[in-house]
């Protein structure tokens, strides 16, 4: 059978990981795997010939867009800036990949591409959590969700940054080649064929400030402070000398969250950083930042998107 033509895009200022990673899957023979047929490698670029990566060397791309007419899948491992539009000649190039039938496929920053080609209109789509919101604002016909490490539509795959991409081209294969084959090819990179939760687990969570002559401010120290034991909002907005009324509004003014959700979010936290630095039973951790432990395992599995025990497998110092 004819292989499976995998086509990458290369721009200047790509970072080397993500085409590492689609090389690593793709270019790399597997005649140990013994399946019918494997893929076919190109990197393609709007302009042939040298291109700088981030590290300051350069990679040389010896064909143009012509090959997205020949390609099985698209990658397109990001862009040069989320804030620049991508070329026309870009876009009408993954337009014509993908109405020919051509699965397309983004890594981090690259669903800015795909949304900007249209390919994500209605469609629910991830990239890297740090640049989810700006995806949202630029293209607001795209369903934005920032929490999973891709979103497959069959014709469209989507996957969140950097490492992300491992799993995306790993689904690849399990979808072209069977569970199997993606555990043997896991196996040989050294990964997980399937990683547990998704990109909330290492997302950045703002903590909320208000200033700290604010009454609110008071309140959100005492809160920290007390974080073991059960906090009301009555009680916050005495610590504040507010009404309940003037204290969740101006709450949520300072902090950008209710009081609840905020108190909620900050056991969490606290939550994590123990169960990264130190050796105690989840239901000790629990009482610490002042909840049942069912109530903690459920907040934090939420929150992150793993179980504490599997988040602290993976983050123990």
Known sequence: ?????????????????ELATVAEVFAVSRPELDVEWWYRFELCAETPGPHRVVGGFDIVVHHGLDRLRYAD???VPGVADVRRDVSPAVLAALRDAHARGARLVSICSGAFALAAAGLLDGKEATTHWRHARLLQERHPEVVVNAAVLYVDHGSVVTAAGTAAGIDACLHLVRTDHGADVAARVARRMVVAAHREGGQAQFAEHPVG??????????????????LHRRLTVDELAGVAHLSVRQFERRFVEAVGLPPGRWITQRRVRAGAA???????????VAARVGLTVA????????????SPSAYRRQYRR
């Open 1 to 17: 059978m004819r292989r499976h033509r995998i086509t990458c895009l290369a721009f200047d200022g790509m970072a080397p990981f």
């Open 73 to 75: 899948t698209v990658i």
């Open 209 to 226: 400030k208000a200033p700290s002559d604010d009454p609110v401010g008071h309140a959100v120290r005492y809160a920290l402070d007390n």
């Open 274 to 284: 123990l169960l990264e630095s130190a050796d105690l039973p989840v239901e000790t």
């Open 295 to 306: 109530g903690f395992r459920h907040h934090f599995r939420a929150t992150t998107g793993v």
